[in-house]
């Protein structure tokens, strides 16, 4: 039994053609990216989506490199186009608004002038007890107080009061 019995050409040794595994990468990132950005918001916690994607997938594309694929080098080609997409679609959403609206949604108003819009509410899968949970987590006690309500494209709500809209 050999500990460091190790074969350094069948470690690093491309089994699937490269252009299959850029292939591969690339409709797996850009089809979660599209499925994601028609999910409610709020399913994505505190990171943006497309941050999200980009770590489940580097993690999944790290985990095949240890095992999944038969070399490291593989892996590292599935990594390196996962990369490659995340840089892309980010450089192109800050030069390109068209961009940014495909790959981050925008804010949804569910607050207007102390009434709930319960459509948009809806849309997010956002309950009047979970609202009023945000509000008393940030020191509002009444809905009446709030001039407007949104659903960020992160997930997070953010307010604006009737107060600090008049000062």
Same mark, same amino acid.
Request: no cysteine.
């Given at each position: ?9 069948? %470690? ?11 292939? $591969?990468?690339?409709?797996?990132? %850009? ?5 994601? $950005?028609?999910?409610? $918001? ?8 497309? *941050?999200?994607?980009? &770590?489940? %997938? ?6 095949? !490199?240890?095992?999944?694929?038969? !070399?490291? =080098?593989?892996? /590292? ?10 840089? =892309?679609?980010? !450089?192109? +959403?800050?030069? &390109? #608004? /068209?961009?940014?609206?495909?790959? +981050?949604? #925008? #804010? ?18 956002? =309950? ?19 001039? /407007?309500?949104?659903?960020?494209? *992160?997930?997070? &709500?953010? /307010?604006? +009061?009737?107060?600090?809209?008049? +000062?």
């Amino acid at each position: 039994m050999e500990i460091l019995n190790i074969n350094l050409n069948e %470690l690093l040794k491309i089994e699937v053609p490269v252009a299959e595994l850029v292939l $591969r990468g690339t409709v797996l990132y %850009l089809g979660i990216l599209l499925l994601l $950005r028609f999910m409610p $918001r709020r399913t994505g916690g505190e990171m943006a989506t497309i *941050d999200l994607l980009f &770590i489940v %997938l580097i993690a999944e594309a790290a985990t095949h !490199s240890l095992g999944g694929y038969s !070399s490291v =080098t593989e892996g /590292f080609i599935m990594i390196l186009t996962l990369i490659a997409w995340n840089f =892309t679609l980010n !450089s192109l +959403s800050y030069h &390109i #608004p /068209f961009v940014e609206k495909l790959v +981050s949604a #925008p #804010p949804l108003q569910v607050v207007r002038d102390g009434r709930l819009l319960r459509r948009n509410m809806r849309r997010e899968f956002l =309950t009047e007890e979970e609202l009023m949970e945000h509000l008393r987590r940030e020191g509002i006690e009444d809905i009446k107080e709030i001039k /407007f309500a949104y659903v960020e494209g *992160d997930g997070h &709500i953010s /307010f604006i +009061s009737k107060n600090a809209a008049h +000062s």
